[in-house]
């Protein structure tokens, strides 16, 4: 039997084989789903190529800064720390909650490092609003609690979300020691100086380190650090006042536990100590009376200037002549006509003291004194 062949416009769609039947949807030729395929490539080539995305986790904050601890004498704790400004992936933090502090505590005989540890929730902290154009405000941050002496505690600090999660790797630990206090310092003494305050005490235990703090009239209190029994402190100005004071402060394990403050210290500066003396001085006869001249001090720190003094024969009294000289230069002219003059010259610093240094090597002048004419005997009374 003969195969009926027609025209697609003369046959009805089930005369068709059902392969050559169109599907609503799809293209009927190649070249339109080839140009279609194409068009589906280039769209997504120019929307670039997708990376992975970060975990969540990563995203959270990192670790608290500088977590350290302060201890009073009377066994009262306080932590300190500085917000994040990371997350764990070592991006900028944009976001910050709260900080959240865990604690344990041990008897002191069965602490150990690497016991475990069954922390749990002892409080919050919230943050502080940020300053202008920034994200977070870095603190610091506190929390205080009480210690029971001859026990051992154990916290960890940890920064969270907005959600409320903390990474694991985030949490900071601290072991806080809570021994007895030391005494109070003994011997504590400050002393002024020249242009310097001595500061002596009686050295501690071999546990123990000394804390001194010294403020400026009514300014904060501010550590010295120093080492050894004793201490001078070059850092202050004459005119001024400072207060000082001191504590025995005990290590034990990673704690510093200090004891009561001693009496507080307050002295005057001075500058006590005068210029170097002057190293020459000569002196010699003019027409308009005697001329002096001398070292110059003008490299000296702080000179103000010279005093000359005169006195008259080896055991007279020196006597100040004028107020105080600038130059390393003198003219007397009021110089006694005597036969023997001597002349001395001091450093003076300007300090409101006034110091004058030691007297110079003294320079003189020997006037010839005139000798009366000689008398002649009257040779008639002797009948010559």
Same mark, same amino acid.
């Given at each position: /039997?003969?195969?009926?062949?027609?025209?697609?416009?003369?046959?009805?769609?089930?005369?068709?084989?059902?392969?050559?039947?169109?599907?609503?949807?799809?293209?009927?030729?190649?070249?339109?789903?080839?140009?279609?395929?194409?068009?589906?490539?280039?769209?997504?080539?120019?929307?670039?190529?997708?990376?992975?995305?970060?975990?969540?986790?990563?995203?959270?904050?990192?670790?608290?800064?500088?977590?350290?601890?302060?201890?009073?004498?009377?066994?009262?704790?306080?932590?300190?720390?500085?917000?994040? @400004?990371?997350? /764990?992936?070592?991006?900028?933090?944009?976001?910050?909650?709260?900080?959240?502090?865990?604690?344990?505590?041990?008897?002191?005989?069965?602490?150990?490092?690497?016991?475990?540890?069954?922390?749990?929730?002892?409080?919050?902290?919230?943050?502080?609003?940020?300053?202008?154009?920034?994200?977070?405000?870095?603190?610091?941050?506190?929390?205080?609690?009480?210690? /029971?002496?001859?026990?051992?505690?154990?916290?960890?600090?940890?920064?969270?979300?907005?959600?409320?999660?903390?990474?694991?790797?985030?949490? @900071?630990?601290?072991?806080?020691?809570?021994?007895?206090?030391?005494?109070?310092?003994?011997?504590?003494?400050?002393?002024?100086?020249?242009?310097?305050?001595?500061?002596?005490?009686?050295?501690?235990?071999?546990?123990?380190?000394?804390?001194?703090?010294?403020?400026?009239?009514?300014?904060?209190?501010?550590?010295?650090?120093?080492?050894?029994?004793?201490?001078?402190?070059?850092?202050?100005?004459?005119?001024?006042?400072?207060?000082?004071?001191?504590?025995?402060?005990?290590?034990?394990?990673?704690?510093?536990?200090?004891?009561?403050?001693?009496?507080?210290?307050?002295?005057?500066?001075?500058?006590?100590?005068?210029?170097?003396?002057?190293?020459?001085?000569?002196?010699?006869?003019?027409?308009?009376?005697?001329?002096?001249?001398?070292?110059?001090?003008?490299?000296?720190?702080?000179?103000?200037?010279?005093?000359?003094?005169?006195?008259?024969?080896?055991?007279?009294?020196?006597?100040?002549?004028?107020?105080?000289? @600038?130059?390393?230069?003198?003219?007397?002219?009021?110089?006694? @006509?005597?036969?023997?003059?001597?002349? /001395?010259?001091?450093?003076?610093?300007?300090?409101?003291?006034?110091?004058?240094?030691?007297?110079?090597?003294?320079?003189?002048?020997?006037?010839?004194?005139?000798?009366?004419?000689?008398?002649?005997?009257?040779?008639?009374?002797?009948?010559?």
């Amino acid at each position: /039997m003969k195969r009926r062949t027609c025209l697609d416009a003369a046959c009805p769609e089930s005369a068709l084989p059902s392969l050559q039947r169109p599907v609503p949807g799809v293209f009927r030729s190649p070249f339109t789903c080839l140009a279609a395929l194409l068009s589906l490539s280039l769209l997504f080539a120019s929307c670039g190529v997708k990376t992975h995305p970060y975990p969540e986790s990563s995203t959270l904050p990192a670790k608290v800064v500088d977590l350290r601890q302060e201890q009073d004498s009377r066994n009262r704790l306080r932590l300190i720390w500085t917000a994040p @400004t990371l997350n /764990m992936a070592g991006r900028p933090l944009r976001v910050l909650s709260h900080f959240e502090v865990w604690g344990a505590d041990y008897e002191s005989g069965v602490f150990c490092d690497g016991c475990p540890s069954n922390y749990r929730k002892l409080g919050e902290v919230h943050l502080q609003p940020p300053p202008p154009g920034l994200a977070i405000n870095e603190g610091p941050y506190y929390w205080g609690a009480e210690l /029971m002496p001859g026990r051992v505690y154990r916290y960890r600090v940890a920064g969270f979300s907005v959600r409320g999660a903390a990474h694991p790797e985030a949490w @900071t630990e601290i072991t806080v020691h809570a021994d007895p206090p030391p005494g109070g310092l003994e011997g504590f003494s400050a002393q002024a100086d020249d242009l310097s305050v001595r500061l002596g005490f009686r050295p501690g235990g071999t546990d123990e380190i000394l804390e001194v703090q010294r403020c400026e009239g009514a300014g904060p209190w501010r550590r010295l650090d120093f080492s050894g029994s004793g201490y001078v402190d070059l850092d202050v100005a004459y005119g001024k006042t400072y207060s000082y004071r001191g504590r025995r402060v005990l290590r034990s394990g990673g704690s510093s536990i200090p004891g009561p403050w001693s009496r507080e210290i307050t002295v005057s500066v001075d500058d006590l100590l005068p210029p170097r003396p002057v190293g020459y001085l000569d002196a010699a006869l003019g027409a308009e009376g005697v001329i002096l001249r001398w070292e110059s001090l003008s490299e000296v720190p702080g000179l103000a200037g010279y005093r000359v003094y005169r006195r008259e024969g080896p055991d007279g009294e020196f006597v100040r002549l004028g107020g105080l000289h @600038t130059t390393n230069t003198y003219l007397d002219r009021e110089a006694p @006509t005597v036969q023997d003059l001597r002349y /001395m010259v001091t450093a003076v610093d300007d300090s409101p003291r006034a110091n004058e240094s030691l007297g110079s090597p003294e320079a003189g002048i020997f006037l010839d004194r005139e000798e009366p004419p000689e008398e002649k005997p009257d040779l008639r009374d002797l009948g010559l």
